[in-house]
């Protein structure tokens, strides 16, 4: 990764930090109050021994544990705030950083969502933000506690002897050109080793999400393997990361340590011929060792931070990807009346070879039943998803009681619908939450919906009634009766424009019955587009519109439609065959 994109990744980082300064600019000040103390312990051990005072007496043996139990409680008290303070400030800023990522995540373009695993944006916003700072944090607590620390030492060493500790400093040059090779290796494993995780995220989150399929296939041993396969990358990819992590501390002790023979010998020297005693030479090697260990330590800073690094470029892909299209200006000043048009309009998938719809006109008429029916690929999901706003035709118009919907801002526009689709999604909260979703809950509302659903009685039945939680997605409730809270909740929402995508596919006769009788209390107040492959559900509709290729084949009412004897007649009598 290029030292640019490094900088610009830190500076996106430090924008959830800085609003949390006084903490931060606390903690540094915590630490150098616990740095200012390590020079203490050398000089405080040669005055100690040094000979006026450990043959005579120079000083009173008391001081001796007040001085050594006193500075030993400000270095505590230094530690603990310097740390206490450090994860006030890390923790709010990764609830922001988190924040920012569902943000983001909230606002994705809808061709986003077609590309992304669910298992990768959880990791990437709640595990990777916490690992991002937390890597950051350990190297910034290092660099105050050792970084000061070596500074106070270096400091120390020049105020000992400048000449040896200008010698220590010829071998810095050659220290930071090795590092910058094994940290290069660091990067490239970190990266992979990050990506191949990612990938394994996702084998768990489909094993989790398909166990019906997985056992219904007998496939324990294909996930397994695969599984094995994706941990095993993630294994080899991370024992490459451990392995030049591992090369950075004897490499940099090697470099040290021809700094420190050729200290010692020019040390040596010096007391040969000016005469430096012993106590000099002690104090300065006992400083120089301490300043070691502490370079040491900062030596290993380099593997945590080029992982954050990596981890944090992953996450600031997903808060840079493409969001969601909002030019419109206007808002409905209320409720729609539901008169929909469809002019000449034209929309084609990225990568696809033919169009998804093909110069269509359509019209759903206000307070009216329209149902659109026709094979798989004919383009009716099509004119859902352009409906709600989750693309945008190539050409042509769609207007909402005469206002294009391109005008109208995205909320305005879905504010005026409510959406049963064959592929049901709730929430891991009550019923109730899973119904009055993001709406002002009203109780005769909910009961009203909930027998109009055919769920009441059911609802009863359970421990808590309404404040039963229905699990993951609806884990704890059948196929019927996720369908059937699924219908409620469009129910509840009571917008101009209901769509039911095969919203009773998996109901009973019974069940179905009834929601069909709920709905039919709204005809000629609601506009209702109905997408039907059970054709029997659809007899009544005020108009049938026939698709195929992404265009429209064919229109009218059922019976208008069984006497033309064409399209439309050919799926019922090949329905009845089938039945």
Not at 280 to 285: A, I, P
Not at 430 to 437: K, Q, R
Request: charged share 20%; aromatic share 8%; net charge neutral.
């Amino acid at each position: 990764m290029p030292a640019d994109a490094n900088a610009s990744i830190a500076r996106r980082l430090v924008q959830y930090v800085y609003p949390y300064r006084w903490g931060a600019l606390c903690t540094i000040l915590a630490y150098l109050c616990l740095a200012g103390t390590e020079w203490l312990l050398p000089q405080l051990i040669s005055y100690a021994f040094d000979a006026e005072g450990f043959t005579k007496d120079a000083y009173p043996l008391w001081m001796v544990p007040v001085v050594l139990i006193g500075l030993y409680i400000v270095r505590g008290i230094s530690s603990f705030a310097g740390q206490y303070l450090f994860h006030w400030t890390q923790t709010r800023s990764v609830l922001d950083f988190r924040t920012a990522l569902v943000n983001s995540l909230l606002r994705l373009d809808a061709q986003v969502y077609t590309r992304m695993q669910p298992g990768t944006a959880v990791t990437k916003v709640v595990n990777d933000p916490q690992q991002i700072l937390q890597l950051t944090g350990d190297v910034g607590i290092a660099l105050l506690r050792d970084g000061l620390a070596a500074i106070g030492f270096v400091v120390y060493l020049f105020y000992l002897n400048w000449q040896l500790t200008l010698l220590a400093l010829v071998v810095t040059p050659v220290m930071a050109v090795v590092m910058k090779q094994v940290n290069r290796r660091i990067r490239q494993m970190s990266s992979r080793s990050y990506d191949s995780q990612l990938v394994l995220v996702n084998k768990v989150d489909d094993i989790t999400r398909a166990w019906r399929v997985v056992r219904q296939f007998g496939a324990a041993d294909y996930e397994r393997g695969r599984f094995t396969d994706a941990a095993q990358e993630v294994r080899r990819y991370n024992l490459k990361t451990a392995a030049a992590s591992a090369l950075a501390q004897p490499i940099s002790q090697l470099v040290a340590s021809v700094g420190l023979s050729l200290i010692i010998c020019l040390a040596l020297w010096q007391a040969r011929t000016d005469g430096t005693g012993v106590q000099d030479f002690v104090k300065y090697v006992a400083a120089l060792l301490l300043l070691l260990s502490k370079l040491r330590h900062l030596s290993d800073l380099a593997s945590p931070l080029t992982r954050a690094s990596v981890v944090a470029k992953g996450c600031f892909e997903l808060m840079d990807a493409p969001k969601e299209a909002d030019t419109g200006t206007q808002e409905l000043p209320g409720p729609a009346r539901g008169d929909i048009d469809m002019d000449d309009v034209r929309l084609t998938y990225p990568g696809a070879g033919q169009p998804a719809l093909d110069g269509l006109n359509l019209r759903f008429a206000a307070g009216k039943t329209t149902a659109l029916v026709g094979a798989s690929g004919a383009g009716k999901s099509s004119i859902i998803h352009l409906l709600l706003g989750f693309g945008r035709p190539d050409s042509g118009h769609i207007r909402l009681d005469g206002a294009d919907i391109e005008a109208l801002t995205r909320l305005s526009l879905r504010r005026q619908f409510a959406v049963v689709s064959q592929d049901i999604v709730l929430f891991d909260d009550s019923v109730a939450a899973n119904i009055a979703y993001a709406q002002t809950r009203d109780e005769a509302k909910l009961e009203q919906v909930l027998r109009a659903a055919h769920l009441w009685d059911f609802v009863q039945t359970l421990p808590e009634g309404v404040e039963t939680n229905v699990g993951a997605n609806g884990s704890k409730l059948s196929g019927g009766q996720r369908q059937r809270l699924a219908i409620a909740r469009a129910l509840y929402k009571d917008a101009p424009v209901w769509i039911f995508d095969e919203a009773t596919s998996a109901l009973d006769t019974e069940s179905e019955r009834a929601v069909q009788q709920a709905l039919a209390q709204w005809s000629g107040r609601k506009t209702l587009i109905v997408i039907a492959h059970r054709l029997s559900t659809i007899r009544d509709a005020d108009a049938i519109h026939v698709m195929g290729a992404g265009k429209l084949i064919e229109t009218g009412t059922h019976a208008e439609l069984l006497a033309r004897d064409g399209a439309y007649a050919a799926m019922v009598r090949a329905q009845a065959g089938e039945a």
